[in-house]
Nanobody, 121 residues
């Protein structure tokens, strides 16, 4: 079994910062890409940022220059540093990871349960 557990969400004023963390645990052989998605009320889930196993990053246009994704491969953890937050960043943020499960030897996407980020104006 593989689990992704997010932490770090909360309420922040516009212009403030938050750092999200997501730790993967369980029957992991390899972790490939990791990423963060978000879903605002009434909207579809969208990619915020992702990072390859080698550290290549990709960002949604709406967060470029404000958010930074990073990972610690030794800890199976991905981070999202969010600066200059705006009310439109309010959403549930989900962690995603492409993992080869050593119990089943299947490679698939895993998701965390999400952490709420609320940005007040």
């Amino acid at each position: 079994q593989v689990q992704l557990v997010e932490s770090g969400g909360g309420l922040v004023q516009a212009g403030g910062s938050l750092r999200l963390s997501c730790a993967a645990s369980g029957s992991i052989f390899s972790i490939y890409a990791m990423g963060w998605y978000r879903q605002a009320p009434g909207k579809q889930r969208e990619l915020v940022a992702d990072i390859s196993a080698s550290g290549i990053t990709n960002y949604a246009d709406s967060v470029k220059g404000r958010f930074a994704i990073s990972r610690d491969n030794a800890k199976n953890t991905v981070y999202l540093q969010m600066n200059s937050l705006k009310p439109e960043d309010t959403a549930v943020y989900y962690c995603n990871a492409d993992i080869l499960n050593k119990g089943t030897w299947l490679r698939m996407d895993y998701w965390g349960k999400g952490t709420l980020v609320t940005v007040s104006s």
